[in-house]
Structure formats: C-alpha cells, structure tokens
DNA sequence: TGTTAGCACTCTCCTACTGAGAGTGCTAAC
DNA sequence: GTTAGCACTCTCAGTAGGAGAGTGCTAACA
C-alpha cells in the first residue's frame, strides 16, 4: 500500500508531467509542489515507486515518468474532478443549439469538438439500430417500380428505403414477401436479424416456390442488402490532426500506424465496444497493439434512455485525465439531447 | 522553344525524380537512361532547362529537381501513357464485383483503393444529385405521425425520406403542401432550390395564411431541414496514412495542415470542384495554399450519363502523373458502373 | 529511524569540426 | 557543338567535447 506521502508524490509526478511532457526530477517536483520534504527524500519516495511499478525512468540520469500502472492508480484513486472553463462550455452550448439533427452531421461535428476540447482524437459510433427487436416490415408500393421498405423496431427507431424493383413486380408479391418476413423475423433482436438470421431465412425462402421464383430472390435481394448496410455501425474520427501536436506523436511511423487505424472501421468498432458510463484503458491494457501506447477514455451515450453508441477520446497515456472524462460526460449529454428531442432517423 | 535533347532530358529527370525523389545529377542521369551524350553535356542542357524554369536546384552542388513548370510540361507535352499491372487489374474487378451498392460504402472503399493504387491520398465527392431539375415533390401518408417525402429529379434522381410530423397532421394538408412546393419550385434546376430559393419561399408561405399557420411551419421546417441537408454534398477521403510515406510529407507541420484540410469538408469540396475530364493543378497552380507543394489530379465520373462527382488524388508534386491518370480514368468507370447499374440512392 | 546535505557519476543534448561524396560550372581541347 | 579535366561548393554522417539535469549513495543530523 502506499503511503500518504507517496500518493501525494504520485500525484504531483502526474500532474507535472501531462503539463510539461518532460521526465520530472526531485528538483522539479520539491519547487512547483509544495511537499514540506527536501529533494532527496522525494528522491527516495521516487526510487521506491518505481521499484513498485509506478514510475518509470527513461533514463539514469533523467527524471521520472509514470508507467501505465501510475496513471491507472492515479485514475482510480488520486484524480479531482474537473471543471469545464466558460469557453469551453460555450463551444458545447453552441453545437448543441446549432439545430442540426441530421445524424451523419452531428456526430461528425460531435468527433470534431471532441477533439477540440481534448486536443486529443475524438471517436464516435453512430447510433445503434439494432438495439431493438423487429416488429413489422411493410413494403409500400409507390409506383410501378419503386416501392418504400419500413422497418419498425420495437423501441421506436424507424429505418426506411425506397427500392427500385423490376417492372413485372405486383403488389400481392410485395404483400406476400413482406408478411414471410416479418412473420418470420418479428420479435427477434436486430442483431440476430442483421447476422445469420437473415441468410437463414432467405435461403428458406428459396425453398418455397409458393412464389414466383425469379421475382421474389431479386426482391428479396434488394431487401437483404439493404438491411445488411443498414446494421453497418458507422464510426465518425475527428480532429486526427490535433494528435500531432503531441509530442509523443512526433514519430511518423507511430502516426501512420494511428491514422491507417481510423480508417479501418472493424477494428474501431471493436475497440469502441465498450461498456456503459466511463471506461479508461491506458496503454498496455488495450488490446490492440497499435494504441498499446496510448489511452482510450470512453463513454456510453443513450438515446431514450438506451445505450446506444460510444463516444471517446484517444490520446498518449500522458492524458488529462479528469478533463477528458469531463469533456467525454457532457458530450454524451449532448447527444443524447440532440437525437431524443425526435424521433428523426 | 525545347530541343528535341532538352525534352528528352527533361522526361529523364522527371522520370528519375519521381522515382528516386533524390535530385538527379548529370552522371545517373548518363549512366542510366543512354542519352547518348556525355556527362557535360548533358549539365549544359540542365543549366538550360534551369534558366528556362523547368529545373531547380535545392543547393548549389545537388542534382537538379523538376520545378511546377516543368512538371506541367512533361505533363502536357512528355508524358507516355501507362498500363494497369495485373494486380491492380485484380483489385479494381473485386472492388467492382464485390457487389456493394450502398454510396457510402462504395465511396469510402473507392477512396482507400485509390489511394492503394497510387500510393497518395484518394478523395471521392459523392454523386450530386442536384444536378438536374425538380420534377415534384410528394408526400404519402404512412401512419398517423409517419409521412414518406419523395423528391423526383429529371435525370432520373430520387430521395426519399421518412418525416415524424405532429399527430395533428391531416392528409389534406400534406397535398396542399406538397403541392404548394412542387408548383413553386418544379423545373428550377437543385443546386437552385437547396441554396436561397428554398428559402424565399419558405417566407412566401409564412406570409399566405390559407394553411393552419403553425402546424405548416412544421411541416415545412421538417420539409426544410431534410432538402438542406440532401444537398450537402460529401467527401470521402481514404489512405491518409499513406502519403507519410512519401519523403516529401516528413514534415509533421506539413502534415498536421493537410490532415486538418482533411477534415474540412467545405474546403475540400471547393478543391474537387472541377472541369470535367481528367483535369491536373500542380503546386503553385492550386489555390489553397496548404496544397501549394501537391499535386491534385482529379477526374470527374458520371452516373447515367451525367457527370455527378469527381475522383481525385493528392498527392506530391513529384507524382507519378501517368499512373495516378490511369488509376483515375479506371476508377470513374468503376463508379459509373457500379452506380448506373441501378437507380438505387 | 526518518530526513537531509553533499558529491561523484551517468546520460542526453547541443555545438563545432572534419572528411567523404556528389555534383556543378568553367575552361580548354577536340 | 561536344567532351575531358579540374577546382569549387555544399550536404551529410560521424566524432568529440562540454554544459546541464538528475540520480544514487553516504554520512551527518534531529
């Protein structure tokens, strides 16, 4: 256990260095916090958490960095909340009050303005669909060749398309194709529905030759491929530039990995596949190796009370913490009130 | 005017500049492409070429390295056509074949695959639908709160959206407003209707009081804010990561501006905002000065004939023209193809 | 026993210097 | 008009040296 000396020790080392980025020595530390002991005892202190496992010397002759294991003590029991400073409230007050609503643009917005209060990246997923279960799917026909797909969900969300069907297409087949699949898909989760299921059914389908055959797999196809995409999570990635400015990102090979990362969106959803309220992973704790030496802070947002899709801040380890869960807390506020107010898909 | 030699030599630079991005001196450029000259030679013609702007020279005792100018002459006048390598042959037909339908999806992926193929950066803008002129406007009744808004184009276009109104909204209503806004607005061309017409007429209705004022405003705010917002042309960029490999993009600060342009769409859209055809702005030819030391080759691509949207590469001066024209011209093919297939949006 | 002053030691970083290498322009000869 | 030869220039990589920062250890002190 540490003592109450090293934990006030812990704590400055941290602050100290997410302000300066530079290794910090005993020197340091006995001006800028006033700790009431000489350098040689902090030095002490210093030697004994490392030799604990919370800090790290980069070299003998510098001064001390906190391992992955400092900031996680440090997060889970020396950090003080934050505060937001006006501006920074203004920039949330604005984006809120913007009126956008359209989804793609928020959360692209929302990513940017992550980035911005944290100068860190900012990650969000779009919303999940598919959190609920079917009820109904209806095919409306429109005019000779379009027809207007509805999906409801039983927690309100709304997808819709228009296909554009052959021309021989008639009503009763639309029916028809519209009760098979409801009635074989209602009430199940969308997950489920979006995975296998749907191939499942559909290869059913074929086995059915109630149906003019041709007519229902080009039907059924158009159908198909648009559920798909529309399970497709979507990740938004805004202010990748600000990263830079971090000195631990003054390696080019580190950056190229970081930004081929963004743009690999499987492997984002993976890593934003969070659980609910705030989550931190720094450094080694993350699974993937690319961000092994970086920090992710994450929280849930919901949308009429469910969980719907994660908001985060990627940063070094070197992070403001406090500051960061600060930014993440009022940004899923944000959305939440952004896309509850409606309904709007 | 050039001599036949100067051109040759010109070409040779270019050529082994952009392969080697080391300034080229006279003695490689004897020893590996046979100009049948000697050494001195060939230094009195770059002494030419230099005093002629085509050539610069970073330091006094360095090779010489093609300037913008020279650049745009080889491109006009030295430039040889290339051929795709089967491999690249391959992952264009995949990309074709995968049979991914969906515009985002597609243009996301298009733009990676460009930028795999040329080793830059791939920027896509996604097809402008208005491009032609607005046939009607419906609007069909769902349920109590759900209407379905059609949008038709003359060249074929088609949004659609479904609005979540307020339960007081009666059928009749919904004719008188679309009527009101397809006869006020049919025939004008889209890029038209989304800027301030949308607007003009929108106070116009305020103004005419035979509609229920309050629940009109609602219904056209809705109307409104989807048309905006379907104007909004978007950018899909793909393989930043890969310009860091280039020795030209070593600087961070370099990089840090273009990933920040990245991000600004509005800018980007006014640097895709090109003639159609393969069309070429290299360094100081390019407005933005953050591109100032890039190269932008860009082609448009057309859906139905018509040309929508425009496929680019960004990339350094020093680029390999011919090549990324190649990949260009393919890629538009492939949209087109992928897109005309069907009138899906 | 815990704290502190003093000191030798280590390591990085910056600067200056040097020599090798590449490439040029110029001159004179072909 | 072309070429060989040569003096000159500039970059780059490697090296050496000194300043600066920080440590760990020891011995003295409260």
Chains 1, 2 share one sequence.
Not at 74 to 97: A, C, G
Not at 141 to 164: I, K, P
Not at 273 to 286: F, K, V
């Amino acid at each position: 256990m540490l003592t109450e000396r090293q934990r006030e020790v812990l704590k400055a080392i941290v602050a100290e260095y997410v302000n300066t980025a530079e290794p910090v020595g005993s020197r340091t530390l006995a001006r800028r916090h006033n700790l009431g002991v000489s350098t040689a005892t902090i030095r002490n202190e210093m030697a004994d958490l490392e030799e604990m496992g919370y800090l790290r010397q980069p070299h003998v002759s510098a001064g001390r960095v906190p391992s992955d294991h400092g900031y996680r003590f440090y997060v889970d029991h020396l950090m003080e909340e934050d505060r937001l400073t006006y501006s920074e409230q203004n920039l949330l007050n604005e984006f809120i009050y913007s009126g956008a609503r359209e989804a793609d643009l928020v959360l692209a917005t929302a990513s940017r303005l992550l980035s911005q209060l944290s100068s860190y990246v900012g990650l969000i997923t779009s919303p999940r669909i598919h959190t609920g279960r079917l009820v109904e799917i209806k095919l409306v026909h429109l005019s000779q060749q379009l027809v207007l797909a509805l999906l409801f969900t039983d927690n309100g969300q709304l997808e819709n398309r228009v296909l554009v069907l052959p021309p021989e297409v008639e009503p009763e087949h639309l029916e028809t194709l519209a009760a098979y699949f409801s009635c074989r898909l209602a009430g199940r989760p969308m997950e489920e529905i979006t995975g296998r299921l749907l191939d499942e059914v559909y290869l059913e389908l074929l086995e059915e030759h109630t149906l003019s055959h041709n007519l229902v797999t080009q039907i059924a196809e158009t159908l198909m491929g648009w559920l798909k995409a529309g399970g497709r999570s979507r990740v938004f990635t805004g202010g990748t530039h600000n990263i830079l400015a971090q000195p631990e990102f003054q390696d080019l090979e580190k950056v190229r990995h970081l930004l081929a990362l963004f743009e690999e969106e499987a492997l984002l959803l993976q890593l934003l596949q969070r659980e609910p309220g705030i989550t931190i992973t720094i450094g080694r704790e993350n699974r993937l190796p690319v961000v092994q030496n970086c920090t992710v802070v994450s929280s849930t947002y919901t949308i009429n009370g469910r969980s719907t899709g994660t908001v985060a801040v990627l940063g070094p380890t070197r992070m403001d913490y406090a500051h960061v869960i600060l930014v993440l807390e009022h940004m899923a506020c944000c959305l939440e009130e952004t896309f509850s107010a409606q309904d709007d898909n």
